[in-house]
């Protein structure tokens, strides 16, 4: 879906753009620090679930069995109970840093690699089919008296390359207005 369905090629409209590809570039670099430091959380959570399921063997293997005797007076029932707590608490965490790496990491790497990078290519042929429409209209212009066979010598004609440049600058202004208007 686009947002305009005319717009003019304009020093006006080529600053919009400017400061939207800036806001892209803004937006991206927050994405990468925001997935970077996500990453380093759910790392973090990982080494934290680690040590809390080797704490948890300890206290189950100090604890012993319920039926010895050595453990019920030091407290081995007790124990038990609380080496269950502990790995529910590092099972909530294990969920906790999957939702980590699939609700933060995976959006943030997919925002900045496919959407955010489908702002420059949108760029690029919108400066493509600028520069087509430049070089075809300079062509042109450059006829003092178009006739028929000098026209010949015109890829294609000037209306239909204009009205693919103003398509293409219509998806720029589009995707860098959507992608701006995340933030």
Not at 27 to 51: H, P, Q, T, V
Not at 112 to 133: G, H, I, M, P, S
Request: proline content about 3%.
């Amino acid at each position: 879906m686009t947002v305009f369905t005319s717009l003019e090629d304009s020093p006006m409209f080529r600053k919009q753009v400017s400061d939207l590809e800036e806001d892209c570039g803004a937006l991206r670099e927050r994405c990468l620090n925001l997935e970077k430091g996500s990453k380093d959380y759910s790392d973090a959570i990982g080494e934290m679930l680690e040590g809390e399921t080797s704490f948890a063997n300890a206290l189950e293997d100090f604890g012993g069995d319920l039926d010895d005797p050595i453990s019920g007076a030091c407290g081995g029932p007790v124990m038990t109970k609380f080496t269950i707590a502990l790995r529910e608490v590092a099972t909530f965490r294990d969920v906790f840093r999957h939702q980590m790496d699939v609700m933060m990491c995976d959006r943030m790497n997919s925002l900045t690699n496919n959407d955010l990078q489908d702002v420059k290519d949108v760029r690029k042929r919108f400066d493509k089919a600028t520069l087509e429409y430049d070089t075809v209209l300079e062509r042109f212009l450059g006829t003092r008296r178009p006739s028929a066979r000098s026209a010949e010598g015109i890829p294609a004609p000037a209306w239909r390359l204009r009205s693919g440049n103003d398509v293409a600058m219509v998806m720029s202004y589009d995707e860098r207005w959507r992608d701006g208007g995340r933030m």
